[in-house]
């Protein structure tokens, strides 16, 4: 039933709808440092090519199941983040953000030049021998990054990156490990990014280290930002305005960028929490469905 | 209860505090007072350990407490009440008091928790899910101690709990430190508004450049006449 579903998309827009989904997964990925935890991340390409290269290796050298290099990638890319995350998450604000660009940097000229990663060639991916097509995959994917994400956001954990976010002092005088916890959603949000990376470099078939420069960091922050740092429902929002962006503003060559621009700046001006930042999603469309009509729930509770 | 001896605190060459020794006993309100700057809220950081000392041993029930992690502090049962109230702008007033109860294990203990601070400020209940940031001064103040409440310390550390409020509300959250302190809370207080900590203190202590220069009974500290010019405006 899939197939025929996938088979009756065009592959230009198929294309563009996997596109969409990879968005989607790095977007999330980085919410969850950038926009739980408050961590401004300039590198997250760098974790992107990480799980890029790790997956194209696995599949090169050994050949494992597609479904295990996933995982894998994702979790070479989270021991990656959580070894470089120790020293540099002591820094705030800007001066993490500049040590996140630089180690993006250093990771791309390590992998220009190693033979491993045939340096400025890039690598071939074979495509994967599976049962599911690619685009299916990378749809699964997405829903369970959602959900993970979604079950991150509401859990102890996710309170907890969001106290940090919000007053590292008070969040540390409530018993909250800070270096601990920026460290773990680090990896989480790595984790994510590296699976992305994954997913790309097969569904791609070729990956080349400047890939994944600093314009890349930057594209998935403006999907956060765009639809709204913290926001889950934002973020999916933005990275599908954003991923799908550049193919229908094609006809616009190199002026497409100046749209992003000016996008970003209405957004900045006019919404500056984002497009979706600030709605609370679940009672929102509950309430339009009216399920849950508006101050019941309130009243209720209060009593 | 706590011991603190010979405390010294410097902020890179600058002196914060010079051998400062300061005590406070099991159901008692200590008050610090003095100037800006006397290094009143350095105290209270370093026995949160936020800050670190360079000499000198903070002792909790009997336990030497000065090199303990920050976030560990509040677990020994020390809970301090930031300057400038420090709440989690973003986060709901009942996510707040949630996160105040963040060593808690139980999820009953929390609700109870949120009950008592509900008890003992009404408002916050009428504010339950409201963002923390729409909050006016006072609210933000009483919310703050609630958040504090939660984690059932045996030692409170107020920071300047009047900063910036309206004359009534001062006067209101002094009436609830008394009524948190009745119910078997010790509290160590900092305060610029002298009289107010020295009318609720059962002792208190002066601090002047990093120093202890006057310590002794509340009352009587407020009838001294030194006092009295320095900081109660005669």
């Known amino acids: ?21 990879i968005g989607i997964i790095l977007a999330l990925g980085l919410n969850i440092i950038t926009g739980l935890t408050g961590q401004l991340s300039l590198g997250h390409a760098a974790f992107m090519s990480v799980g890029a290269f790790a997956g194209a290796l696995l599949t090169i050298k050994t050949g494992v199941p597609f479904y295990i ?42 992998f220009l030049n190693l033979e491993i990663t045939n340096k400025a060639l890039g690598l071939t991916v074979p495509t994967p021998d599976t049962s599911l ?57 790595a984790f994510m990014a590296g699976t992305g990376g994954c997913l790309y470099a097969h569904f791609l078939g070729y990956i080349n280290p400047s890939d994944f420069g600093f314009l890349k960091s930057i594209d998935m922050l403006s999907m956060v930002v765009l639809g709204g740092l913290g926001s889950i429902p934002g973020t999916i929002f933005g990275a599908s305005i954003l991923s799908a962006a550049p193919e229908f503003l094609r006809f616009m060559s190199q002026y497409r960028m100046l749209v992003y621009g000016a996008l970003l700046v209405f957004m900045m001006v006019f919404r500056p929490n984002g497009l979706m930042g600030g709605i609370d999603f679940t009672s929102f469309v509950l309430r339009k469905l009216g399920v849950k009509p508006r101050g019941v729930s309130r009243s209720k509770e209060v009593q | 209860m706590l011991v603190v001896e010979n405390l010294s605190v410097n902020y890179g060459a600058i002196r914060a505090l010079h051998q400062v020794s300061c005590r406070v006993d099991q159901g008692e309100i200590v008050a610090l007072i003095g100037a800006n700057g006397a290094g009143k809220t350095t105290i209270l950081n370093t026995i949160s350990s936020i800050v670190p000392s360079i000499g000198g041993t903070v002792l909790f029930e009997g336990e030497d407490i000065t090199r303990v992690q920050p976030h560990l502090i509040v677990r020994k049962g020390i809970c301090q009440v930031p300057e400038g109230r420090r709440v989690f702008a973003r986060m709901s007033v009942q996510e707040n008091l949630e996160m105040g109860g963040f060593i808690l294990t139980s999820k009953q203990e929390i609700s109870q928790g949120i009950e008592r601070a509900f008890t003992l400020f009404p408002r916050l209940a009428e504010r339950r899910k409201q963002a923390a940031r729409t909050l006016s001064g006072g609210e933000q103040q009483m919310l703050a101690m609630g958040r504090a409440l939660m984690s059932n310390p045996r030692l409170l550390l107020l920071d300047e709990p009047s900063m910036g409020l309206a004359p009534m509300l001062v006067e209101k959250i002094f009436e609830i430190v008394v009524e948190i302190n009745k119910t078997g809370t010790t509290i160590m207080l900092v305060e610029q508004n002298a009289s107010m900590a020295l009318s609720i203190a059962h ?32």
């Open chain 1, 1 to 21: 039933m899939f197939q025929n579903m996938l088979n009756s998309i065009d592959p230009y827009s198929m294309q563009i709808l996997v596109n969409i989904g």
């Open chain 1, 69 to 110: 290099n996933i995982l894998l990638s994702g979790l070479i890319t989270a021991v990656v983040a959580a070894a470089i995350g120790w020293p540099i998450l002591r820094l705030t604000g800007d001066y993490l953000a500049i040590c996140t660009l630089g180690f993006a940097e250093i990771v791309k000229v390590v």
């Open chain 1, 133 to 189: 097509p690619m685009p299916l995959i990378v749809l699964i994917v997405v829903c369970l990054t959602i959900i993970a994400s979604a079950f991150i956001q509401n859990s102890r954990f996710g309170r907890a990156l969001k106290a940090i976010r919000d007053d590292e002092i008070a969040a540390e005088s409530m018993g909250i490990n800070i270096a601990r916890y920026k460290v773990q959603s680090f990896a989480v949000s």
């Open chain 2, 203 to 234: 002792r208190a202590y002066v601090l002047e450049t990093g120093e202890v220069v006057l310590s002794g009974d509340a009352t009587e500290l407020s009838e001294n006449p030194e006092v009295r010019k320095a900081y109660l405006g005669e």
